[in-house]
Structures are given as C-alpha cells and as structure tokens.
C-alpha cells in the first residue's frame, strides 16, 4: 500500500470529498491542514505542483487535479465509489467535472471579495446563473441513471462531491446562499439524504 500524504488548506472544502474517500475506504494518510501563510510559503517555495492544493503525495509523487485524485483512492480504495460500467462512468465524470471546473471557477471570485455586499451581489448571481446551471444538469444525469446517486444505486466519488456542495449551502457555509436557493433541486436533495443515510458516511459522523 502506498504511504499518502493529502495537503489543503484547514478547512473541508475542495479536498473535504477526497478525505472521505479516503476514510471510507480504510486508507491510512496524513492530513496536512495548511493556514494561509503556510501555503503562500509552499507556494513560493516551489512546492506546491502549479501552485495550488490540493495536492496528494503517493510515496513522495506530488500530484494535483481533485477528479484524479478522487478516481485514484476509488482505484486502491473502495472500488464501489467508481462504476466499472462505461455509461455510469461517463456520468459521474460528467458530474465530477461539472463541480470541479464549470461551478468552482465561477464560485472562485466572490471567495477573494472582501466587500460584502460585492459578495451577496456576486452570490445572487451565482444562485440564478452558473449554479443554478450545474445543479439542473446533474439533475438530468441523476435522473438518466435512475438515482437516487449520479450512477444510480451505487454511491459514486461524483456523489461525495455533490453532497459536500448541498452541505455546505444547507449550513450556511457560504453568505448569500442558503437552503432556498436549491430546494427545487429535488433530486440533488435526494443523493444528498442518502449520502448521509450510506452506512460508511454513519460510520464517520461523530456521535
């Protein structure tokens, strides 16, 4: 087995998904948490592979891109979280990407606004504009592959990524947006509610 060693900022974020994924599948890995000027140093030092986290190291390989990562620990790890099906693959690296590039690009700039009320603005925005976008195509997949999770019966590393991003707007995670803005996302509420019903996510939860 691999030594691994996942390296994001102290907070769930980007690499929250990665974490579960990891614990899920039983795999032993140290957690490096990084506050702000510990990553500007990394980044300075040159450590960082373009700069950005997370990173994972495999036996001291430093590597980037959270899909890739996320579609490795699936390989050594829990060989459920990524479907063997062609079809069901194609769908949850659709989601996968859709999440990670297409939502997270257009989230970035309101995470650096320091006015406020630049930064509602620039929610409201996001709420009606490019994740009100994602959210409905991926409630086409999940209804192509017969739900509740993007591939269908099976819990998916698509659907750790889903789930992280419902989360964190039904806990106020991010100002602006709240429940409300994805309550008509019925079916996204749905892998959400069996995400947390899936006995390995039980078995993480502190009781």
């Known amino acids: 087995m691999p030594t691994l060693k996942l390296t994001y900022f102290d907070s769930p974020g980007r690499a929250e998904p990665i ?14 948490r990084l506050k702000f000027p510990a990553f500007a140093e990394a980044k300075a030092a040159g450590v960082l592979p373009l700069g950005q986290v997370p990173v994972l190291e495999v036996d001291g390989a430093r590597l980037v891109q959270t899909a890739a990562i996320l579609r490795y620990v699936a390989h050594i790890g829990d060989r459920s979280l990524y479907p063997s099906d062609p079809w069901r693959a194609l769908l949850v690296d659709s989601a996968l990407d859709s999440f990670n590039d297409t939502l997270s690009h257009a989230l970035l700039p309101s995470l650096f606004e320091r006015d406020p009320a630049k930064k509602l603005a620039m929610r409201a925005e996001l709420a009606t504009g490019r994740l009100a976008a994602v959210y409905g195509y991926v409630e086409g997949l999940i209804a192509q592959s017969g739900g509740p999770f993007v591939g269908g019966a099976a819990m998916s590393i698509a659907d750790l990524v889903a789930a ?17 803005h994805i309550a008509r996302f019925e079916r996204m509420g749905a892998l959400t509610d069996a995400y947390l019903r899936d006995p390995r996510i039980v078995a993480l939860t502190p009781r």
């Open 19 to 32: 974490r579960v994924a990891l614990r899920i599948s039983g795999l032993p890995f140290e957690d490096v």
């Open 164 to 180: 992280a991003g419902v989360l964190q707007i039904r806990n106020g995670g991010l100002d602006g947006l709240d429940a409300s």
